[in-house]
């Protein structure tokens, strides 16, 4: 997949976007800029529920909403991008694909789904089908190298098709309305014609609620799967990694996850305790058989008399 050099003064935009992103309060996830970032924002509503009868339009040119998606059982990755960006969504988007290879987490596979949708009314429906097939494609042939897997195009187009990542469109108003729902602010450059906005990733509870943030254009894999765990109630992880998480903390304004001291001393405390635990079966075990095998003294029987 090509990656098209951004436009420098939409990077500039992205780069202020995303330190701001890193400095946000509680109740907004982009602090105060200049003049010519007016309108960028993202507003922070983690645990709030996103509107799922909001119409979009679906590669195959369906009338769809969010709740075709959001089924109660799985979590979604959830973004807000267009299809004819030319510097901060391909950056998003490249680093969500190196994120689900590192974890090598394909959606489908694993009870999780992606949604990708588009805030650009003029992106159509071959665009977000194109976007779709390619982003599909480029994560099953990622897997494949990794796993020095050689496969054919026809291959990789077959398992393309199981990845569960939508790319959607939508009409105007459907795309104030999703905008205004979850609190992502853009500005239209017309000069440019390219849209200034935040990189942010959104990770939804199976029953539509936004459960974690990753903010940023690096998405951290180890982010990414331990929000997928706790928006899936337990569904997604394996035991060890459910006891590594607990050693984690998620932080809201930033968007990530850190250890912190209580969750590293309770593993430590029981760590200790099962190896105390351990050690005194063994050593009970091993008193039980030196008693069992030990031969015990016993009287000579008496001579008989002639």
Same mark, same amino acid.
């Given at each position: 997949? *090509? ?23 509680? #109740? ?10 007016? &309108? ?15 119409? %979009? $339009?679906?590669?195959? @040119?369906? !009338?769809? +909403? ?12 959830? +973004? ?5 960006? !030319? ?14 290879? !590192? ?12 949604? +990708? ?10 665009? #977000? #089908?194109?976007?779709?097939? $390619? ?14 897997? =050689?496969? $054919? ?5 077959? /398992? ?6 939508? %790319?959607?469109?939508?009409?105007? =108003? ?6 205004? *729902? ?26 539509? =609620? ?16 331990? &929000? ?10 394996? %035991?060890?990694? =459910? ?11 930033? @968007? ?13 405390? @029981? ?18 058989? /030196? ?16």
């Amino acid at each position: 997949m *090509n990656l098209r050099l951004p436009n420098p003064n939409i990077l500039a935009l992205t780069l202020a976007a995303s330190v701001a992103l890193g400095m946000a309060a509680p #109740a907004h996830a982009v602090a105060p800029l200049g003049p010519e970032f007016d &309108g960028v924002d993202v507003k922070n509503k983690l645990g709030e529920k996103v509107d799922t009868n909001i119409p %979009f $339009t679906d590669p195959d @040119g369906k !009338t769809v +909403t969010l709740a075709n998606y959001i089924d109660g059982t799985r979590p979604v990755v959830f +973004t807000l991008n267009f299809y004819r960006c !030319t510097s901060i969504c391909s950056i998003q988007l490249n680093a969500l694909l190196d994120a689900l290879k !590192t974890i090598a987490w394909v959606p489908g596979d694993k009870p999780f789904r992606i949604v +990708t949708v588009s805030f650009d009314p003029s992106d159509t429906v071959d665009i #977000a #089908a194109g976007k779709q097939l $390619t982003y599909r494609k480029e994560l099953v042939r990622k897997l494949a190298e990794e796993n020095d897997e =050689k496969l $054919t195009e026809a291959e990789i187009e077959a /398992r393309a098709k199981n990845v569960d990542w939508t %790319f959607l469109v939508a009409r105007e =108003k459907s795309i104030r309305a999703i905008l205004d *729902n979850v609190g992502y602010s853009v500005k239209l450059d017309e000069r440019t014609e390219q849209y200034a906005h935040s990189p942010v990733t959104y990770v939804l509870s199976p029953d539509g =609620k936004i459960a974690r943030y990753l903010w940023g254009l690096n998405i951290v894999p180890q982010d990414l799967k331990f &929000g997928l765990m706790e928006a899936s109630n337990g569904k997604l992880g394996s %035991f060890g990694e =459910k006891v590594l998480l607990s050693c984690f903390d998620y932080n809201r304004d930033h @968007g990530g996850y850190a250890p912190f001291a209580w969750g590293i001393m309770r593993l430590g405390g @029981g760590l200790v305790l099962v190896a105390m635990v351990v050690f005194l079966i063994f050593q009970w075990r091993r008193e039980r058989l /030196r008693k069992s095998t030990a031969s015990p003294l016993s009287a000579s029987p008496s001579e008989s008399r002639p």
